[in-house]
């Protein structure tokens, strides 16, 4: 078995992997040759802890396993540790025996990155300039550094609950050499792209702040009760998701779905888009909406590739298992 520890994925893992990787494995989901099993989240009774399960197997590329972990709320002032922890298990698909064990923590910030980076380069403008940013927490900095290799953006615009972390995202403009601009909600008028990416229980973004032609990645919303957009905006919108089960229980589309805005037939796998099977948008008018929660198979695609690269490069740790 092969250990890659949590240390080594910065120095092996890259955008672009971390993008090849997720796009093949929605491909794999829209064609049936990859499929998530039922997530498991439980609040587990002990230091306020969330801890789960995101599994599957794509047997396209061969991967079976599992992504193990939560949200620990009291590590980071108890124990100086980053309160989101995850562990990737592989598992050889012919035979069943563990094969790798990966940490998932940067991973996972980067597979959701490169989530809403496959929406944006399948259903966004191709002339797309001004990318606004709701959110400017950890993952959000992650996210606005890949979408920017989408398309020939001239200018980011941002706005957050907590201002005071609007430098957050700021940062990521400044070093791709980019104009920044801190707005009130009003101003995501003029974005082509948004991404929002809170932990928010109620909308902020209204339908009527955005323009035609807009792409929206919502990629906050991955628990029951969450929200980050208002309902209506599905109702405008053609919407995409990784897997159409999440999206309409723990994703954005759970509020419109459950108002009757939208139903669950008029929810597209992004994968079918990237496999030419649905044409993905439809004018230059459209607004498309991609609902990203997350999906375990994210999650082993990058594992797996972090291990051949990590193979590749002799740091692997090997253990007689
Ligand atoms: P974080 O704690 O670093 O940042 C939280 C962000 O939400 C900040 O911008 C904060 O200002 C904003 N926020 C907090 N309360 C708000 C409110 N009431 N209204 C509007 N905004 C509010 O968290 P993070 O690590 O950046 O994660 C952000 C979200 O992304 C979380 O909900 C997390 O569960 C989710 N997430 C989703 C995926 C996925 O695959 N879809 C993956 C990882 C994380």
Redesign the pocket.
């Known amino acids: 078995m092969l250990i890659v520890p949590e240390r080594e994925i910065a120095d092996l893992m890259t955008r672009e992997a971390a993008f090849d990787a997720v796009e093949k494995v929605f491909a794999a989901m829209a064609s049936g040759d990859a499929y998530n099993f039922p997530v498991v989240r439980e609040a587990i009774g002990h230091e306020d802890a969330l801890y789960g399960f995101k599994g599957g197997f794509d047997r396209a590329g061969l991967t079976l396993g599992l992504k193990a972990g939560g ?1 620990w709320p009291n590590n980071l002032e108890k124990r100086h540790l980053i309160n ?1 922890q995850s562990t990737v298990f592989l598992f050889d698909p012919d035979t069943g025996k563990a094969s790798a064990m990966v940490g998932g923590n940067l991973l ?2 980067l ?2 990155a490169a ?1 809403s980076s496959v929406s944006i380069k399948h259903l966004a403008r191709k002339d797309a300039k001004v990318i606004g940013m ?7 900095t992650f996210q606005l550094r890949s979408a920017l290799e989408q398309r020939e953006f001239e200018k980011v615009i941002g706005w ?3 201002p005071e ?1 609007l430098p957050n995202i700021e940062k990521v403009a400044t070093e791709a050499g980019l104009p920044f601009e801190a707005v009130e909600l009003e101003g995501m008028h003029n974005a082509d792209v948004i991404i929002s ?6 909308p ?1 973004l209204m339908a009527d702040q955005v323009s035609d032609g807009t792409h929206i990645a919502c ?5 029951k009760g ?1 929200q ?1 957009v208002e309902s209506a905006l599905l109702g405008r919108a053609t919407v995409f998701t990784d897997e159409v089960a999440q999206s309409v229980s723990i994703g954005e589309a759970q509020h419109a779905v459950s108002e009757g805005l939208v139903k669950e037939s008029d929810i597209t796998q992004v994968g079918a888009v990237i496999n030419g099977t649905h044409a993905g948008r439809g004018s230059g008018e459209d607004i498309t909406l991609f609902d ?3 999906v375990g198979l ?1 999650d082993l695609a990058v594992a797996a590739a972090v291990v051949d690269l990590a193979v590749e490069k002799g740091v692997a740790i090997e253990v007689d298992f």
Request: proline share 0%; glycine share 14%; net charge neutral.
């Open positions: 949200y989101h996972t910030a597979r959701t989530a709701i959110g400017a927490g950890h993952q959000a957050n609950y907590h972390m990416i809170t932990s928010a229980f109620a902020s990629m906050g919303t991955d628990t969450k980050e990203g929660t997350g994210q």
